[in-house]
Nanobody, 113 residues
Framework: QVQLVESGGGLVQAGGSLRLSCAAS??????MGWYRQTPGKQREMVAH???????NYADSVKGRFTISRGTGKNTVYLQMNSLKPEDTAVYYC?????????WGQGTQVTVSS
C-alpha cells in the first residue's frame, strides 16, 4: 500500500510564501500533483508534474506557484509565493501510477489578509 505524507502547511499572511512537500512510501509515479479543496466545493487541480517533469498549472496560480519533483521522483514539492486569502484550502498530494491513484491526507494552508 502506497502512502503519501504531506508537510509544510500552515498560517501565513497575504503576500507570504509556503513550501509544501509530499513523500511517497515507494514507487516512481507517472504523475504527481497538488489539489486543493475548500468546504462545500469540489477538489480542484492546482498543479501537476509528469515523470518527464512536464508541468501544468491552474490559471489561478500561474506565475505564483512552482511544482517540482525530487531527484528520486517519489517526492513532489509545491513552492507557493505571493499567497492570497483565496488560496486558503486543504491541499492534497496526488500520485498516479496507472491504473491507480493515491491521495495524501491533506495539509491545511491558511492565508490571512
Amino acid at each position: 500500500q502506497v502512502q503519501l505524507v504531506e508537510s509544510g502547511g500552515g498560517l501565513v499572511q497575504a503576500g507570504g510564501s509556503l513550501r509544501l512537500s509530499c513523500a511517497a512510501s515507494r514507487s516512481t509515479f507517472d504523475l504527481m500533483g497538488w489539489y486543493r479543496q475548500t468546504p462545500g466545493k469540489q477538489r480542484e487541480m492546482v498543479a501537476h508534474i509528469s515523470s518527464g517533469r512536464n508541468t501544468n498549472y491552474a490559471d489561478s496560480v500561474k506565475g505564483r506557484f512552482t511544482i517540482s519533483r525530487g531527484t528520486g521522483k517519489n517526492t513532489v514539492y509545491l513552492q507557493m509565493n505571493s499567497l492570497k486569502p483565496e488560496d486558503t484550502a486543504v491541499y492534497y498530494c496526488r500520485a498516479d501510477l496507472w491504473p491507480r491513484t493515491y491521495w495524501g491526507q491533506g495539509t491545511q494552508v491558511t492565508v490571512s489578509s
